[in-house]
């Protein structure tokens, strides 16, 4: 659609050059005052002509009048004045061509802004703490994050995924203490992190009784910092351990990560910058722990050392935000967490600020709303939790009860089960603003109907179908003479993506593509009940329509890919 307003503006810019000479006006501006009728029964597009009264010294409805009447393009059905209004209608024989051959032409790059070449971005995303169960409350940050990278990846940047493992902390000395006490090594081995999560919680049942419990935990971890064999060995096992359970459920997402690098990466990195800090004269001591004061900018201030020394989380990402710079030369560094993180990072960007790296202005932080369970917050500690390989798992079983009971014959089932299993939750999750709270009700994220993933993907398959039946004969190549209402109205679908892969990109936000695919969905449903495509007579009409096909198939196709949807060819 951007190209058919961008081609309107210019033919605008040209008719108020010849009918009002006086008062050039160019088409970048002319471009910003059109606007998407609300209602397509009132055209295609809009331009309010009271945006134009004072420039031209004339009223809305005159220049609308005069305008209408001097503006003739193969492009328009028609252009009519409405009250101040100048309403286009598109061509729509001549849009089809148009769209069908620029999406030939981009092919698999249809859609992409062209915006990242030459430029990195690195993003920092799922990031678990090592120990604690991996739950619902790390699918935003885990999908959101990864199709921020696809959707930069599409756009012609150089993407590095990192994890950046919370492997460091006093956790751990909880947990070197908790595996003494009540641990065994068969026992971790066999259960695996849900071992590990036990021994976590029960560390906290238990120093809720006996308080001196947290004291042996500092201990622990102390030596640990200072690098006793032992523990370091617990550690690295215990922070293995984990992984292996991570990397299976990152697996049943084609998520794959550039770096693993967690915060045990940075220790030794923190004291350079510590010093910068204080060179630049920073740090001031507030009740024995070193800051830097930020009442100036209206937050609190930012924890570098605490009283006894040991570095925090803001000393860790600054190190890490440092060493990232200068590995990676990043255009953006894009880190995803919940919404509560807000204020940490934009302390430390901050704090970088001061420290005078100009570079800080490329940090970007996209927080997102907080995750209940059936209108309960989620607690590690009073087990009001989902974990996030239950629910896969869960979703997976369905789907394949149904698959089993609608298509007995399917081949390579398994795989298909568990791409619409855990399809259903991830777009479930990203169908709404990244911004909002969600109350997670399992009910809805398995549901199947509606406007859900596996609706998504069904339509997919069909469209796949179809093509399989056409046996090759699809091409974009076609130049229809007319256009019913379900065809124009699926191609004008097919016109927006470019704009919504750009502004999801702009406002960090993938949910913009979900919405993209279900309007694509239902433009491209109705068009298949409402057409004859395989078995149309005129082969005019046949070969527009099997176009149509084949640029929802590869548009839908990008759309659901860029939200970490998997896509099977049949279900
Ligand atoms: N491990 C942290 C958590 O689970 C998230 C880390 C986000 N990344 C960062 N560089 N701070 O809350």
Not at 155 to 175: E, V
Not at 183 to 201: C, F, Q, R, T
Not at 311 to 333: G, H, M, S
Not at 396 to 422: C, F, H, Q, S, W
């Amino acid at each position: 659609m951007l190209k058919f307003k961008s081609q309107t503006a210019a033919l605008i810019s040209d008719a108020v050059a010849a009918a009002f000479p006086a008062a050039a006006l160019q088409t970048e501006e002319i471009n910003a005052m059109l606007e998407y009728p609300p209602d397509a029964s009132m055209g295609d597009l809009a331009l309010p002509c009271f945006k134009l009264s004072r420039t031209l010294r004339s009223s809305p409805v005159k220049i609308a009048d005069t305008l209408a009447e001097s503006l003739s393009s193969p492009l328009f059905s028609e252009v009519s004045a409405v009250n101040g209004y100048l309403n286009f209608r598109m061509n729509g024989a001549a849009f089809a061509s148009r769209v069908l051959a620029d999406i030939g032409a981009d092919g698999d790059l249809y859609g992409s802004p062209k915006c990242g070449e030459g430029k990195t971005v690195v993003l920092d995303y799922s990031s678990p703490n090592v120990a604690k169960p991996f739950h619902i409350g790390h699918l935003g940050t885990t999908v959101i994050g990864h199709s921020l990278k696809l959707l930069h990846e599409f756009a012609g940047y150089k993407c590095i995924g990192i994890n950046h493992l919370g492997d460091w902390g006093t956790q751990f000395g909880k947990l070197i203490v908790a595996y003494r006490l009540w641990g065994s090594k068969d026992e971790v081995e066999a259960g695996e992190i849900d071992a590990l999560v036990a021994l976590y919680v029960r560390f906290h049942a238990e120093a809720e009784k006996d308080a001196s419990l947290n004291d042996r935990a500092r201990a622990e971890f102390a030596k640990l910092e200072a690098h006793d064999e032992e523990n370091i060995a617990l550690w690295r096992w215990f922070v293995e351990i984990s992984l292996r359970e991570y990397k299976k459920t990152y697996a049943q997402l084609a998520i794959e990560f550039d770096s693993y690098n967690g915060e045990s990466f940075y220790t030794d990195k923190m004291p350079a910058q510590i010093a910068r800090i204080r060179e630049k004269n920073l740090l001031t001591i507030d009740d024995g722990a070193s800051v830097v004061n930020l009442e100036e900018w209206n937050m609190p201030p930012c924890l570098i050392l605490k009283r006894d020394g040991s570095t925090l989380y803001p000393t860790r990402d600054i190190a890490a935000a440092v060493y990232r710079k200068e590995n990676y030369d990043f255009a953006k560094c894009i880190y995803v967490t919940s919404a509560g993180q807000s204020l940490h990072f934009a302390q430390w960007f901050k704090v970088l600020e001061l420290m005078g790296d100009e570079w800080a202005k490329d940090l970007v932080h996209v927080p997102y709303g907080t995750v209940s369970i059936n209108g309960e917050k989620l607690a590690t500690r009073t087990g009001n939790v989902v974990l996030l390989k239950d629910l896969f798992a869960q979703a997976i079983e369905k789907a394949r009860a149904i698959t089993e009971e609608k298509n007995p014959a399917l081949k390579g089932r398994e795989d298909i089960a568990e791409a619409v299993g855990v399809g259903a939750i991830v777009f479930h999750y990203l169908s709404n603003n990244r911004m909002r709270d969600i109350n997670f009700v399992l009910e809805d994220a398995l549901s199947f109907e509606g406007n859900t993933g596996p609706y998504a993907q069904y339509t997919y398959a069909r469209s796949c179908s179809i093509l399989e039946k056409a046996n090759g004969e699809a091409s974009f190549d076609v130049a229809p003479e007319s256009t019913n209402e379900d065809e124009l109205a699926l191609t004008k679908v097919l016109a927006l993506f470019p704009e919504r892969v750009a502004a999801a990109i702009e406002e960090y936000e993938p949910s913009i593509i979900t919405r993209y695919a279900l309007d694509l969905c239902a433009a491209f449903n109705r068009f298949y009940h409402n057409c004859q495509i395989l078995s149309a007579e005129d082969p005019k009409v046949r070969a527009y329509r099997l176009a149509l096909v084949k640029a929802a198939n590869q548009v839908l196709g990008r759309a659901l890919s860029l939200i970490c949807m998997k896509k099977p060819e049949k279900i």
